[in-house]
């Protein structure tokens, strides 16, 4: 009896030890605890992060007016009260327009850690992808002059660009959503599994630890790993027979595939997948067991792995909202229509 | 010439002095410098406020789940990061429907200093004016057991409510309501105008000041009065001869009037007037001479006028972005319809 014990007991000290390092080999990488190594991850090497630029694009990232109505802004969509993102199915953006291919809006926190953005990976950075939403027809619906008329409309906003960037700045639309791509690299929010990989080995419950160990023994890290706990591309074959598919003429990228989310702050980010069709995230655990690995997951199992995904929870800066410039007579007038 | 400048000194010191008297006896009153003070002007006394019905009542706020489909919060129209309002003519609510009347969505900031809510008065207080947005089919569109239900089905709200009003508290509509009125009351935004007002000479510019005068002989001050320079009702005739006018089958009050708007931080709130139909300020100060004076304001007191405007622009407090309980399977889900 007493040997059992002490056979139990070196097992769980081992598991405690090697958890660790199982999930390192899987794949698995913690956001770093150092501000110095965070920062020259999530830098851009060509337009480095200044506190000028973060308020900056944290206005412009809030402000509605860069949109065609003047009712919509990237917070719209990716409300960052709601965990980076709108909660419902497909977004819906000007004139109360669904997502035509049925894409649901990801969530912009930890959206820096892919070398890929958007469900098809096709702009790779964050700065690259926020040309796109103010610019598309069903979601801000602006061109580029609109965008470039209102900023530069606004006093404040150019001396803010003037100070961010020089004197000299050209206050151009691209300069604008590299400028909301620099707000977004920011919002990186740590939680108990960076702290446990980190080396805290209390940081995480055991009912979390276990739920990790369920989900690389069950192969999820496969595809979500990294520090994004998602990858780029290399995701599931959107033409195949994923019954919950629905994304109009979307074809995902040239191999068919679309890009594996991330699982960071995953319990707030309902619906999910790429077409937001489940709501539930035991289910869409027992879904992606099905298709993606071929294997069925119990119930049990789901509900282990749901346990490590609240780990994943993580901790937000507080973010005030912002006081934007008045609009001036020379600002574009909301456009409904 | 000595005798002279000595008089027109002695003119300058006195009207420095008078200044604060007259806009006094014109109606015009300060926000108080003393906090005590100002909590007994702002407080519910049917519900007082406390730190975490304010912290509850701000979540509810920003929360777009209350709305039928999920996206419109209170903060979509009353952006607090766009002077309160939404800087469009006329709100634009469920399914991208226009207000059917025309109506301006007006500022949340300092609100709490009418006696009379909604353009035509209609609501007592900042707590029943809360309850008709979330119920407009063109606004929030929800019904009051969606309301209910939607914060009834997240734990952490739940607990909040308990926290907030005792453990047996019932989560009504009602109370939902309340509690967003008790955030709203918190939104108040003294400027440099109070400080002057309260005794603090240097706090006005001179032509703040000048303005004032203006805004004082020109009658301004016979509506625009109390502290927040406006009044609960008594405002120009809504079946009148206006000629921007444009306000569907909205009648006003039972005498065919609209709330007079405050002028706390009107610089940030156009387009201007219950149609928000006037964009520029100075277009609209000459308006309301014409139409509510019978008056003939030049450019020149117009633009005086407008640097005393100027000077009601309040310091805001800093409001940090909430984030929100998560959704269950018992929260509703979107209804885009």
Redesign the interface.
């Known amino acids: 009896m007493k040997t059992l014990i002490c056979v139990a007991l070196a097992t769980a000290t081992l598991s405690a030890a090697s958890l660790v390092e199982t999930a390192k080999e899987a794949g698995l990488k913690p956001i770093p605890s150092s501000k110095v190594e965070l920062m020259k991850l999530i830098d851009n090497p060509k337009n480095h992060i200044t506190d000028e630029k973060v308020e900056l694009g944290k206005k412009l990232y ?4 860069l949109s065609k ?3 919509i802004s990237c917070n ?1 969509c990716h ?5 980076g993102d ?4 497909a977004a ?1 953006g000007h ?2 327009t ?1 997502n035509p291919h049925h894409l649901n809006s990801p969530t912009v926190y930890n959206a820096v850690f892919f070398d890929a953005q958007f469900w098809d990976g096709r702009d790779p950075d964050l700065e690259a992808q926020a040309q796109g939403p103010m610019q598309a027809a069903p979601e801000m619906s602006a061109t580029k002059e609109h965008v470039q008329t209102v900023v530069t409309s606004m006093p404040p906003y150019v001396a803010e660009f003037k100070k961010a960037y020089g004197k000299d700045v050209k206050i151009t639309f691209e300069k604008i959503a590299d400028t909301i791509g620099l707000f977004e690299r920011t919002l990186v929010t740590p939680s108990v599994f960076d702290d446990y990989l980190n080396g805290d080995d209390k940081a995480m419950t055991s009912a979390q630890k276990e739920g990790l160990k369920t989900f690389i023994d069950k192969g999820c890290a496969s595809c979500h790993n990294g520090i994004a706990l998602g990858q780029s591309m290399n995701a599931f074959n959107i033409t195949g027979t994923y019954k919950y598919q629905n994304v109009g003429d979307f074809k995902g990228d040239a191999n068919g595939m679309v890009k594996v989310s991330t699982l960071r702050n995953v ?2 980010t ?1 619906p999910y997948f790429h077409n937001g069709k489940i ?2 995230l035991k289910e869409a655990i027992v879904e992606m067991g099905r298709i993606q690995l071929g294997s069925k997951i119990t119930d049990k199992e789901a509900a282990s792995i749901e346990e490590f995904l609240k780990a994943l929870d993580g901790r ?1 800066t ?7 410039p ?2 001036t ?1 020379k600002t574009p ?2 456009d ?1 229509n």
């Open positions: 809030f402000d509605p007016r109505s003047g009712l719209t409300n960052l009260a709601e965990g709108d909660g419902v199915g819906i004139k109360w669904a319990t707030q309902a709501w539930s937000k507080d973010i005030i909202v912002p006081q934007l008045v609009s007579d007038k909301p409904l």
